[in-house]
């Protein structure tokens, strides 16, 4: 999509779209609505829904930062505790690797 072609009540439309389904488990709307709205938060001439594009682009950020920081937590202490809980590390696992952890 070319945003440069999007009116600015469009823009601000969709940004709060990406903005809100990012609370629905799906960080990666998060991610989208960074990269997509950054320059127009930050690097375009002001106009008047840009106060609310960067703040719906400034919380995604952190919403992305809280999501990332919570997987990479938990990936972490799954793989490195995972033999240690025995049963339930392999009720939790998709599949279950071979040999000696």
């Known amino acids: 999509m070319n945003l440069e072609r999007v009116p600015n009540e ?6 709060r779209k990406y903005y809100l389904g990012g609370f629905a488990f799906l960080p990666f709307l998060w991610l989208v609505n ?3 709205f950054f320059k127009e938060a930050f690097m ?3 106009y008047t829904e840009q106060l609310q594009i960067k703040t719906y682009v400034k919380r995604s950020a952190l919403g992305l930062l809280f999501w990332v920081t919570v997987l990479t937590t938990w990936i972490t202490i799954f793989q490195r505790f995972r033999a240690e ?3 339930v590390g392999d009720y939790l696992s998709f599949t279950i690797p071979l040999g000696i952890p």
């Open 85 to 87: 809980w025995g049963e």
């Open 34 to 36: 960074v990269v997509w």
């Open 10 to 15: 469009e823009k601000l439309t969709l940004c």
């Open 44 to 46: 375009k001439p002001v």
